[in-house]
């Protein structure tokens, strides 16, 4: 198995999933902290195992492999500790089908043990530099619940701009959208 894909971000990684980091993703995503506002991220072990596997390690390297022109693709890297390799979070890009076009999504979360430490602000600054960097992608997109203060502010702090809000699933979202233009300056 090549070398992983891993954005350095100082203190954390990103780095692409392994079959290895299953086990840390289901107990992240079965924190009710994480749940709450990313259910669909909450699964069983098996389930899991079957998505990593067979979903997001293929769509990985897929994206990977098409850069610049990354289409509709989908990257999703772990969070992890440099000094430890601790897997803590994950930070993820792809397309929110709510949203009008263009609509690549940047979404995240990180374990109840690691918050209010700057790492998932770390995380979202160095992908939507790789982001804007290395693709075709012109803008980026966040929705976040009102009531995720902690997620609203990690994405303000990466220059993010409210735009309005957006109704998913029955839900009020913040729609938030940082263009590459505006990011450059």
């Not at 954390?12 to 995503?29: C, G, N, P, Q, S």
Request: net charge negative.
């Amino acid at each position: 198995m090549g070398e992983l894909f891993t954005i350095d971000c100082g203190e954390i990684l990103l780095r692409e999933f392994r079959t290895e980091d299953v086990d840390a993703i289901y107990e992240l995503t079965s924190q009710p902290e994480v749940y709450e506002f990313l259910p669909d991220w909450r699964s069983t072990r098996e389930q899991r195992l079957d998505w990593v596997t067979n979903y997001e390690i293929p769509d990985n390297k897929e994206f990977l492999a098409n850069i610049p022109s990354i289409g509709e693709r989908w990257l999703k890297l772990g969070i992890f500790l440099k000094e430890t390799n601790e897997f803590i979070g994950f930070c993820n890009t792809g397309i929110k089908d709510e949203l009008s076009e263009p609509n690549r999504e940047v979404a995240y979360a990180i374990s109840k043990h690691y918050r209010n430490r700057g790492y998932t602000t770390q995380a979202v600054k160095e992908l939507v530099k790789f982001l804007f960097k290395n693709t075709d992608v012109k803008q980026l997109n966040a929705v976040v619940l009102p009531r995720n203060v902690a997620s609203n502010k990690v994405i303000e702090k990466c220059n993010f701009r409210l735009s309005g809000d957006v109704e998913i699933e029955n839900q009020l979202h913040y729609h938030y959208i940082l263009d590459k233009k505006e990011w450059m300056n």
